[in-house]
């Protein structure tokens, strides 16, 4: 795995479509909510992140799951194999540095 | 501007691809977030916005290098280098952004003027499909009831009008702008409420109870967008009525047709059965063509139906019947702004191409000086084609620089031009981030390519040997010093076209300002005043409300004279009745003579300090019922109906040979419509024969202009809480009478200073580079014994060329400017020799002061010092 980071807005919004399709507006309610309210994705901030990862091919767009936004306004998008695989990339890469971080600076604390 | 309004302006920043995909969906977005954030939020989403700008940007650019990498020979690396050299010479890069910041944001501003009044599209469903049915004449409610029997052309026709109201809701009562008109005129827009319902015919008829639709400004401004407004009865008073129940809001987005000020709309009834109904002009006539009509294959069924109309009555005048014919609505008004726009164009569009030239005249420079560092690249196996693209990226990165900084010199214009001219910008701002915005980016492109075609070409075709043995002392290539002599010249010539407008405009504005207006633009003060309808519904008690008025601000300690006026002097607008002076005979099929009219109150005459030329002013003891009314006309209309008598004691007949109005004094002629508009008989008629309910106050005091304190003291010791409206002195808005005319010499001046700047920076750098090309050549010939004068005038020479050049460039230039100014100038020839030539004399003396400099400096090298450099 190289050592390449993923912009964090970018794996946030992996992370938040992993169990289910979502349109925008709702990805950005699920940063929101799992990280109590911290983390709030600006507009251009999110769909900039939408629009790269739909270049890489991490996220499609996908049909509105039935019942949901069935007004055609909304896109709703979904996680790719690839998408999947960058995201956990990602996340050893992460876990690797909070490792090592915790060695050399002698912290023993876990989360 | 609200700040949604901004940031869905703000997203045209992002690269088009992006905004099309996302930008909706970030609108709605940031709606969100100002619904749940609050102030943090709005500086968040800027934050955000202005990240997600130089993200996208450089992913697109990124991108677009790419593409462009592979043919050009200039990809990445050739912009880094590019990005490097103008780092490392800042006087270059700052001189080159800032020429073209100045260019492209005059051209930014210009085309954002002419976007939003000859381009942009009318805010109506099938805009093309709007006509002003005969936009010369106003309607009456049976004119509007023809058109719409009559006119098979039309899907629809209607009739509005403005009306002025009086509010009371909490608080004194404020005047508000409003529109009468038939109930299908939303129908026939394509509009619809926000909130409630549109006007039914029902509404308008006699009996119905008064009804008004409210806009979505006045609404959220007055009633603090109370959805439980709808419904309720309001004081809004005016027309007859005092109160009315509110049906209805428009939608923030809805544009009132014709008049942007408007703030509430009335219905007018269409049934000649109406007790309401009456006979007079007072509509503009709208209409909505069938689909796959054109207003040109509209107008002969529209000019049938005018002579029609005219021949059924005596109210249209020949001339003005065949002249009928429809304009689209889109085109109205449009006319008198021409002028003004295409001369703001036309300025902008002068300073760029001297801008252009002058930033192709420095990156020539550049180019020239590092002749060397090409060679060395071409020799070490770099292609001609990359030092062709070395400059380019080089251009092309000045040039949006450039167009940055012009967005920023756009929106200071907006500003500034707003607060000189404020008829010049529209009400709702200048789009200027909208599609201006892309033109100026394709001109800084544009510019970039242009100003470096010359340098790239030259570049590309050197011999890399000879460039490099040729070294410092080699002299400039015949063509390169052609082309920049040519550049030189092009800045003097439009910089003389510059300078000569300016000079034009300027002396047609003194001649303007010279204008004898025939009253006294002193310190007098003057306002607005509109009588209440609640407290004074009938014509007598209108009429009442002035005399005691008037009365009552003559009697404020300190006042000299004070009356009022239906129209204040300049403001133009045609009142006019159709008279037939004593003893003069109309032959068989003339029609007889108009008159202009202005009403007013005892003491308004000698308050604007008119001019007694014959008899009296108009005094209290004329303020009478009687067998005629008392009247003051001026020498024009005195002369032209009772030449070679004193017009004195004379009448204005009424139909029946019985006088209506006795004239009791002549004035000296006054200039109503403006100053430079051809002088129409006048007569001055006591307010009580047409007692209109908006009139002016004007109050002359000593020492000065008395406090609006007082004098709104007086008005109100007459009735409570009656609004007073623009508050001016007189001298003031005679000023604002020449503003437009102010306005363009100022943008001439700034045009014309401009590219004289350029133009004198261009001959600066010719005549420097020439002699610091030289330097050894100098230095031999100050050895050999030629003179410090004979260098001096021999490098001087050089201007020669140019100046000629550029002088035939301008005069040539200034015919043509002339000739597109002609219609706005006022007692100045559109092409004046003494204007030329002194705009010629003006170049010569600068050129000469720019080639001076670097001249004496050849002068004075020291031989020795001069070979030794080398």
Not at chain 1, 14 to 38: N, Q, S
């Amino acid at each position: 795995m190289p050592d390449a980071t993923l912009p964090p807005a970018e794996f946030r919004v992996l992370l938040a479509l992993v169990r289910t399709p979502k349109h925008g507006h709702a990805i950005k309610l699920d940063v929101l909510e799992r990280t109590g309210g911290r983390v709030e994705l600006g507009p251009g901030t999110l769909y900039g992140a939408l629009k790269r990862l739909l270049q890489r091919e991490w996220i499609v767009e996908v049909d509105p799951p039935a019942g949901e936004g069935g007004d055609g306004r909304r896109r709703f998008y979904a996680l790719t194999p690839e998408g999947r695989r960058a995201a956990e990339g990602e996340a050893v890469r992460l876990r690797e540095l909070v490792d090592l971080a915790n060695r050399e600076l002698g912290a023993t604390g876990r989360p | 501007m609200t700040f949604r309004r901004l940031y869905a302006l703000l997203l045209y920043l992002l690269p088009a691809a992006f905004r099309r995909r996302f930008g909706r969906e970030m609108r709605e977005e940031a709606e969100w977030v100002l619904r749940h954030g609050g102030r943090e939020g709005r500086a968040g989403l800027m934050v955000d916005l202005a990240r997600t700008w130089v993200r996208e940007w450089m992913d697109e650019a990124g991108a677009a290098l790419r593409a462009l990498s592979g043919g050009m020979g200039m990809g990445m690396g050739s912009f880094r280098t590019s990005l490097r050299g103008l780092v490392r010479t800042p006087g270059f890069t700052v001189a080159v952004v800032v020429t073209l910041g100045l260019g492209i944001g005059a051209n930014t501003f210009a085309f954002g003027l002419v976007d939003a009044f000859l381009l942009r599209t009318l805010p109506y469903d099938q805009p093309d499909e709007l006509v002003a049915i005969w936009p010369d004449q106003l309607f009456s409610r049976e004119m509007v009831r023809s058109a719409q029997e009559e006119l098979s052309g039309l899907q629809d026709a209607a009739g509005v009008s403005a009306a002025l109201l009086t509010l009371q809701e909490g608080g004194d009562p404020v005047e508000v702008f409003a529109q009468e008109h038939t109930t299908n005129l939303f129908g026939l827009l394509g509009a619809r409420p926000l909130l409630g319902r549109d006007f039914t015919p029902a509404d308008a008829e006699a009996g119905a109870e008064p009804v008004t639709i409210l806009t979505h400004e006045l609404w959220t401004a007055r009633f603090g967008a109370d959805p439980e407004v709808l419904g309720r009865v309001i004081e809004l008073g005016g027309e007859g009525h005092v109160r009315r129940r509110v049906i209805g809001v428009m939608p923030s987005d809805h544009a009132p047709i014709r008049g942007s000020r408007v703030e509430a709309w009335t219905p007018v009834t269409l049934d000649p059965a109406d007790p309401d109904w009456d006979d007079s002009y007072f509509m503009t006539g709208l209409g909505r063509l069938r689909p796959g009509q054109t207003v040109a294959g509209f107008q002969p069924e529209q000019k049938a139906w005018a002579q029609r109309l005219a021949e059924g009555s005596d109210w249209f005048a020949d001339e003005e019947v065949a002249r009928a014919r429809p304009v689209g609505w889109a085109e109205l008004g449009v006319a008198d702004r021409r002028p003004p726009l295409l001369m703001a164009l036309a300025a902008a569009a002068l300073i760029l191409l001297v801008a252009c030239a002058n930033v192709a005249n420095l990156v020539l420079a550049r180019t020239i000086g590092r002749e060397r560092e090409f060679s060395v690249r071409a020799a070490l196996g770099s292609g001609r084609s990359r030092a062709a693209g070395l400059v380019f990226s080089e251009t092309l990165l000045l040039g949006l620089a450039g167009s940055l900084l012009g967005v920023g010199v756009a929106l200071l214009l907006e500003n500034r031009v707003a607060v000189i001219a404020p008829d010049l910008v529209p009400e709702s701002g200048l789009d200027v981030l909208g599609r201006p915005l892309i033109v100026a980016a394709g001109l800084a492109v544009l510019t970039a390519l242009l100003a470096g075609i010359g340098p790239a070409l030259h570049s590309a075709g050197r011999d890399p040997a000879e460039a490099m043995s040729g070294g410092r002392g080699a002299q400039l290539s015949r063509g390169t010093r052609r082309l920049q002599s040519t550049l030189a010249a092009g800045q003097l010539g439009l910089a003389t076209v510059g300078i000569v407008a300016t000079l034009l405009l300027a002396r047609s504005l003194a001649s303007l300002a010279a204008v004898d207006p025939g009253f006294e633009a002193g310190e007098q003060l003057t306002f607005r005043v509109t009588a209440p309808a609640f407290s004074h519904p009938e014509d007598e008690d209108v009429e009442r409300f002035f005399r005691e008025a008037t009365v009552a601000l003559q009697e404020t300690p300190g006042v000299r004279n004070a009356g009022f006026v239906s129209r204040r002097p300049m403001m133009g607008g045609l009142s006019r009745i159709t008279a037939f002076p004593e003893g003069w005979e109309v032959a068989e099929g003339d029609r007889p003579p108009e008159v202009t009219h202005r009403l007013v109150t005892p003491g308004y005459l000698e308050a604007i300090g008119m001019r007694l030329l014959d008899g009296s002013y108009l005094g209290p003891e004329h303020d009478v019922e009687g067998a005629a009314d008392f009247g003051v006309v001026t020498r024009t209309a005195a002369e032209r109906f009772w030449p070679g008598e004193s017009a004195v004691g004379k009448s204005f007949l009424a139909p029946g040979g019985v006088p209506w109005l006795t004239i009791v004094g002549v004035v000296e002629d006054v200039r109503e419509q403006g100053p430079a508009v051809e002088l129409l008989p006048a007569a001055y008629i006591m307010h009580r024969n047409w007692p209109w309910r908006t009139m002016f106050a004007v109050v002359e005091a000593e020492g000065g202009t008395l406090p609006i304190g007082e004098a709104e003291a007086a008005i109100r010791s007459v009735q409570a809480g009656v609004p007073v409206a623009r508050v001016s002195t007189v001298s003031t808005f005679v000023e604002n009478a020449l503003r437009p005319t102010r306005l363009l010499v100022y943008l001439a001046l700034v045009a014309g200073s401009v590219t004289l700047l350029l133009g004198a920076l261009g001959v600066y750098g010719v005549v420097a580079y020439g002699v610091s090309r030289r330097t050894r050549e100098l230095g031999v010939r100050a050895a050999l014994g030629a003179g410090a004068t004979r260098i001096l005038r021999s490098e001087l020479g050089r201007v020669g060329p140019i100046l000629a050049m550029g002088g035939v460039v301008g005069v040539v230039g200034a015919w043509f400017a002339g000739r597109g100014l002609e219609s706005t100038l006022f007692g100045v020839d559109a092409f004046e020799p003494i204007s030329v030539g002194a705009a010629v004399l003006l170049l010569a003396a600068v050129a000469i002061t720019a080639a001076w400099i670097p001249a004496r400096r050849a002068a004075r090298v020291d031989p020795v010092e001069a070979l030794r450099s080398e």
